[in-house]
Nanobody, 116 residues
Framework: QVQLVESGGGLVQAGGSLRLSCAASRIIFSLNAMDWYRQASGKQRELVATISSGSRTNYADSVKGRFTISRDNAKNTVYLQMNSLKAEDTAVYYC??????????WGQGTQVTVSS
């Protein structure tokens, strides 16, 4: 069973920074694209950032220029560096991987709270 374990969430003031980490196991990490999603209270889960196996990246418009996704294949870990945080970034952040269509796995989530 795929395991994804997020860490690094917390409470930060607006304008501050946080770095989330997601450690993956039981997958061939280097071969898979990795995603970060978030879900704010009362809202649908949304895709925040994606990094391909070749380290190409894509971002939601709402975080472009502020968030950076990266990966360390030697550590089976994907990161999300979040700068210039805003109150609207408050959400539970999830690491996710889709091994093949219809087979998506999720971490347990980590809470990010930005105080204004």
């Amino acid at each position: 069973q795929v395991q994804l374990v997020e860490s690094g969430g917390g409470l930060v003031q607006a304008g501050g920074s946080l770095r989330l980490s997601c450690a993956a196991s039981r997958i061939i990490f280097s071969l898979n694209a990795m995603d970060w999603y978030r879900q704010a209270s009362g809202k649908q889960r949304e895709l925040v950032a994606t990094i391909s196996s070749g380290s190409r990246t894509n971002y939601a418009d709402s975080v472009k220029g502020r968030f950076t996704i990266s990966r360390d294949n030697a550590k089976n870990t994907v990161y999300l560096q979040m700068n210039s945080l805003k109150a609207e970034d408050t959400a539970v952040y999830y690491c996710s991987v889709q091994l093949y269509p219809g087979s998506r796995f999720w971490g347990q989530g980590t809470q990010v709270t930005v105080s204004s």
